[in-house]
């Protein structure tokens, strides 16, 4: 089959003067990928993933429903093979401003082979993600017999950019906290709205407004805002529900800046708590500050999930305990806000926490068809210990 003659665009420059990273910040991200092609012999690199094209690119769209592939090489900039129109989000506002466009009817791995071939690398060792949602295993089937029938031969390079991406820079971080200042604001007209009588769409159309205000961005997964007995239901959020006396209520709020996000869960009640709920909501933010003191560098992450789960033992609800006591966050797209593909706090991981990983941690108590109550925190790990990055009162509001 003869290989489609493919033409690499380049954009004049941004059309917009506000990419979320300097020069040296892409440039230091680029070569640690190449730093690790370089000790694998990988003569190309393909990411696949939404986050991680933006990572390397600054390539920002929902549009990822089409093809989207990221290629590295040791010398020139990554080149995005995209869908046509999208082509516009590299060409015009990215880092890269390398495109290789394929219309909407035509092969986008024949397009990816024909770009492969044009940079001289189609009949090495190319590496690509195989371990990424956004490409269907056929595609990569025919990227693998592609370049295998140029004679090369298409080597799993999954998690190359992820293992950079769990360590945030200082420009990230920035991100990150602009965020956690949206989510914050968020949080308090959540609270401000929430009264008997009051519906949960009510509050949901308070915190959009405010998130959009503070400069939040859409996020990868939708604000949670639940009532009552809803709350015991996992990822539930607002449904026209009316707030009654004696209701539970669980807002779980992303702020999102320059596709970063930092999350925050508040947990309150209309009108007093119940004694249980008080109860229950003192040994949630037990668990929370012993996670807090146990973050260091070197812990592993199953010894901080530990601290965590010794506080539910010594009140007897271990078995209502969620299934991990955080989860990284950093670049996020739908499905998802968090990275916890890419680290996780829970279970025998053996693997030590670092300086400039950040987590959200949700440590909480699930009661099927009662309640839930769950206080988090967005925090840093640094050199001496934990950072906690969102900042409002862990207390249960009382609407």
């Known amino acids: ?12 420059g941004p059309l917009v003067d506000d990419l979320p990273f300097s020069d040296a910040e892409f440039r230091r991200r680029l070569e640690g990928v190449r730093q690790t092609m370089a000790a694998r012999d990988l003569a190309a690199f393909i990411s696949f993933t939404p986050e991680n094209i933006y990572y390397l690119t600054g390539h920002d769209t929902p549009g990822y429903y089409f093809y989207q592939a990221c290629v590295v090489t040791p010398d020139r900039r990554p080149i995005n093979v995209l869908r046509r129109i999208e082509t516009t989000n590299t060409l015009g506002r990215s880092w890269s401003r390398l495109a290789v466009a394929y219309e909407d009817r035509e092969d986008p791995v024949e397009a990816t082979l024909g770009l492969l071939h044009e940079l001289g690398v189609a009949g090495k060792t190319v590496g690509a993600e195989a371990d990424s949602w956004f490409i269907s295993p056929k595609r990569y089937a025919q990227l693998q017999q592609g370049i295998e029938r140029a004679g090369g031969r298409l080597a799993d390079a999954s998690r190359i950019v992820e293992e950079q991406r769990v360590i945030k820079s200082a420009e990230e971080l920035a991100h990150i906290r602009r965020a956690a200042r949206a989510a914050e604001r968020a949080m308090q007209a959540a609270i401000g709205a929430s009264r008997a009588g009051t519906t949960e769409n009510d509050v949901a159309a308070a915190v959009w407004a405010e998130l959009v205000r503070a400069g939040g961005e859409y996020a990868g997964l939708p604000p949670f805002i639940t009532s009552g007995p809803r709350t015991s239901l996992c990822h539930s959020t607002w449904a026209g529900r009316t707030y009654a006396p004696g209701d539970v209520l669980n807002y779980e709020l992303p702020g999102v800046v320059k596709r970063y996000c930092a999350a925050l869960f508040r947990c309150g009640t209309v009108g007093r708590p119940s004694e249980e709920v008080a109860s229950r909501g003192a040994i949630v933010r037990e668990a929370l500050e012993r996670v807090i003191a146990a973050i260091k560098p070197g812990v592993t992450s199953g010894e901080v999930h530990d601290a965590s789960k010794a506080v539910f033992r010594r009140h007897g609800l271990e078995s209502m305990l969620g299934h991990r006591t955080g989860y990284s966050v950093g670049i996020n797209y739908a499905p998802d806000w968090g990275e916890g593909h890419i680290m996780s706090i829970w279970d025998g991981d053996e693997r030590p926490l ?12 699930y009661d099927l068809g009662r309640h839930t109550v769950i206080i988090s925190e967005t925090v840093l790990v640094t050199e001496g210990g934990c950072e906690v990055i969102t900042r409002f009162p862990r207390d249960l509001f009382v609407a």
């Open 354 to 365: 670092r300086p400039g990983m950040t987590f959200h941690l949700v440590p909480g108590i």
């Open 1 to 12: 089959m003869a290989i489609s003659k493919v033409r690499i665009r380049e954009g004049a």
